[in-house]
């Protein structure tokens, strides 16, 4: 049996999971005979790649960072420690407790290329550290937003998605930009599991995309960003649910129309594609009212579009009959 020390601020994995998930699991272990499912389920969600022993890697852009930090995106709360948001993660990938932050450094993240493709003028794979060389790189401090209800506060550093995109030269007919994360479930043990539909993937519109605030991070706190984090790249929007926020990207991809997500997938009724942030508008088993901020024994107001309308309310005029916020 795992017998787990709880800090204040971490739930239980059964409030923790999008509940949807926890339930279709525990039926789908069931179904397959899997006799305790719950007890069935924690083994396999932590079958490990992780080495105690694993060499610390040196990451080739720590050289990078820190950046310089661009100013214009305030927070009104105080940044949440290190040791929080690295060590409290949504990582599917690598299982679905909190605690995979372990599991991840099994991932090898050199060398990574990147495609560009779709439809785009020139189609592109490029490796990382080609692409950081030609970004430019800064320091955003971000409000993160998990449906789940808890909230982060941290620096980000790296690219705006904009800069991405001009890079790509997509074509006129490309409307919605769809990012894809790694697949390599020999390192990654929740890739094993069958009833996820691998690889994860979000999109945004082109419009979304090149909004000013949607960001590649590939930095946190001032170096690179670790792989429980989504190393190498991962996307940063932060008016939106965290589940957008995909991790390992490995392509990016300009499409006419987009592949439904990884957790519209799962759970059509509960993950949509606009997902933007709305107190108001509750999730379909829970309020989206308030927030319980890590690191802070706190609980606050969530707000409209995560307190970024300023700058990004203009996008959805006219959609006003979407379901923008779920
Ligand atoms: N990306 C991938 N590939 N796999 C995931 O499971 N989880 C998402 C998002 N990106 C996820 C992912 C969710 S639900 C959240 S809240 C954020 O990552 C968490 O990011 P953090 O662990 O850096 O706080």
Redesign the pocket.
């Given at each position: 049996m795992l017998i787990k020390r709880r800090r204040g601020w971490e739930l239980p994995e059964s409030a923790a999971t999008p509940e949807a998930v926890f339930w279709n699991r525990r039926a789908v272990l069931k179904a397959a005979g899997f006799g305790v499912a719950l007890a069935g389920a924690s083994a396999l969600g932590s079958i490990g790649a992780h080495s105690e022993d694993a060499k610390e890697e040196v990451d080739p852009s720590a050289s990078l960072y820190p950046v310089k930090r661009n100013e214009r995106y305030a927070l009104d709360r105080p940044i949440t420690p290190e040791e929080v948001?690295t060590r409290?993660?949504?990582?599917?990938?690598f299982g679905s407790t909190k605690g995979v932050w372990k599991d991840a450094q099994a991932l090898p993240i050199r060398p990574w290329t990147v495609e560009i493709a779709g439809l785009v003028e020139k189609p592109l794979t490029i490796a990382i550290d080609d692409l950081l060389r030609q970004m430019p790189l800064e320091e955003r401090l971000y409000r993160?937003r998990?449906?789940?209800a808890w909230s982060?506060a941290v620096p980000y550093s790296g690219f705006p998605l904009k800069a991405l995109v001009e890079l790509a030269k997509p074509l006129g007919s490309a409307k919605y930009l769809v990012m894809t994360?790694f697949q390599n479930p020999d390192v990654a043990s929740g890739q094993r599991q069958f009833w996820y539909p691998w690889p994860?993937t979000d999109s945004l519109t082109i419009a979304e995309a090149t909004n000013e605030l949607a960001f590649i991070a590939t930095g946190y706190y001032g170096k690179p960003i670790p792989k429980?984090?989504?190393a190498p790249l991962?996307l940063a929007v932060p008016w939106k649910?965290?589940?957008?926020?995909?991790?390992?990207i490995v392509r990016f991809s300009f499409e006419e129309s987009y592949p439904v997500s990884?957790w519209t997938k799962l759970v059509e009724s509960e993950y949509g594609f606009w997902a933007n942030v709305n107190p108001e508008v509750p999730h379909p088993r829970w309020s989206q009212a308030t927030e319980r901020v890590l690191g802070l024994d706190e609980t606050r107001p969530t707000l409209l579009y995560n307190g970024y309308g300023e700058f990004v309310a203009g996008l959805y005029a006219g959609l006003e009959n979407e379901r923008l916020f779920v």
């Amino acid at each position: 049996m795992l017998i787990k020390r709880r800090r204040g601020w971490e739930l239980p994995e059964s409030a923790a999971t999008p509940e949807a998930v926890f339930w279709n699991r525990r039926a789908v272990l069931k179904a397959a005979g899997f006799g305790v499912a719950l007890a069935g389920a924690s083994a396999l969600g932590s079958i490990g790649a992780h080495s105690e022993d694993a060499k610390e890697e040196v990451d080739p852009s720590a050289s990078l960072y820190p950046v310089k930090r661009n100013e214009r995106y305030a927070l009104d709360r105080p940044i949440t420690p290190e040791e929080v948001a690295t060590r409290y993660n949504n990582y599917y990938e690598f299982g679905s407790t909190k605690g995979v932050w372990k599991d991840a450094q099994a991932l090898p993240i050199r060398p990574w290329t990147v495609e560009i493709a779709g439809l785009v003028e020139k189609p592109l794979t490029i490796a990382i550290d080609d692409l950081l060389r030609q970004m430019p790189l800064e320091e955003r401090l971000y409000r993160h937003r998990c449906v789940e209800a808890w909230s982060i506060a941290v620096p980000y550093s790296g690219f705006p998605l904009k800069a991405l995109v001009e890079l790509a030269k997509p074509l006129g007919s490309a409307k919605y930009l769809v990012m894809t994360t790694f697949q390599n479930p020999d390192v990654a043990s929740g890739q094993r599991q069958f009833w996820y539909p691998w690889p994860y993937t979000d999109s945004l519109t082109i419009a979304e995309a090149t909004n000013e605030l949607a960001f590649i991070a590939t930095g946190y706190y001032g170096k690179p960003i670790p792989k429980q984090n989504g190393a190498p790249l991962r996307l940063a929007v932060p008016w939106k649910y965290g589940f957008k926020h995909v991790k390992g990207i490995v392509r990016f991809s300009f499409e006419e129309s987009y592949p439904v997500s990884f957790w519209t997938k799962l759970v059509e009724s509960e993950y949509g594609f606009w997902a933007n942030v709305n107190p108001e508008v509750p999730h379909p088993r829970w309020s989206q009212a308030t927030e319980r901020v890590l690191g802070l024994d706190e609980t606050r107001p969530t707000l409209l579009y995560n307190g970024y309308g300023e700058f990004v309310a203009g996008l959805y005029a006219g959609l006003e009959n979407e379901r923008l916020f779920v």
